[in-house]
């Protein structure tokens, strides 16, 4: 794919991406999602790095929850300028994280690692999240997984009248078209992500639900090996 191309592909899913929820709807589910995986209940001092935070709403949704030292991190300058409110920004790929060894208590993802391409991407990922991360500091991951329920809303996305009547839907279906590589890829691996995603945290809660995959866990002390490869 020429450079062009792929800016131009890039554009039409940002496009999308800002159709398809607007900042207060987003700030409002990633703060239900960060209180659901008990954010609220930790302490509020924690240094907190948000990896993959496009245009800065998960950042609002800690500051909301009253932490002060947060930072976000996402490969977009153009999604990143968005944001306005008091975190540091940095403009970065999650695969060479630009901090040192345990700079961070916690560590998030609100839908990210999706768009890697896996397994190398992911795994280079799970390891910079690890070594960013303290001892005993704190993983939170929110990615979509495959469910009955995320089937259904495929093939709503499949009809093209249901797409014309219902903005929110054909943003979505947008999305997932320019990013259906990785995205089917993610969906179609469940077993060998939770795996990678479990050599470098003990899982304290581990969810699945209408679509989505929610994981709270604690660095290990050492990354343990990845076993299985496959789905
Ligand atoms: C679906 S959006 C995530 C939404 C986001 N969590 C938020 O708070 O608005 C995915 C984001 O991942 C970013 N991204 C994709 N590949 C990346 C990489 N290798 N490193 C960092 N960010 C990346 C994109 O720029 C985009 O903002």
């Not at 397994?119 to 500091?137: I, K, N, Q």
């Amino acid at each position: 794919m020429t450079a062009a191309k792929l800016q131009a592909t890039i554009s039409a899913w940002e496009a999308a991406y800002r159709r398809f929820e607007t900042p207060a709807q987003e700030q409002a589910k990633f703060l239900r999602r960060l209180k659901s995986l008990g954010a609220h209940r930790f302490n509020r001092g924690l240094a907190v790095l948000e990896l993959f935070c496009g245009r800065g709403n998960g950042l609002v949704a800690w500051e909301r929850l009253g932490f002060t030292n947060v930072s976000g991190l996402d490969i977009s300058a153009e999604l990143l300028s968005e944001y306005r409110g008091p975190a540091r920004t940095v403009v970065g790929d999650a695969r060479r994280l630009p901090f040192r060894d345990g700079s961070f208590d916690v560590v998030a993802v609100q839908g990210g690692l999706h768009h890697l391409q896996l397994m190398d991407d992911l795994s280079l990922t799970a390891g910079e999240m690890w070594r960013v991360l303290r001892p005993g500091g704190k993983l939170l991951v929110v990615e979509p997984w495959r469910t009955p329920f995320l089937d259904f809303v495929h093939a709503a996305c499949e009809r093209s009248w249901l797409r014309a009547i219902w903005p929110k839907l054909d943003a979505l279906a947008t999305m997932i078209d320019h990013e259906r590589e990785t995205y089917e890829d993610w969906l179609g691996r469940p077993q060998a992500i939770l795996d990678v995603l479990r050599s470098i945290v003990v899982p304290q809660v581990l969810r699945v639900a209408r679509g989505k995959m929610m994981l709270l866990g604690v660095r290990r002390e050492a990354r343990s090996n990845v076993t299985r490869q496959a789905a």
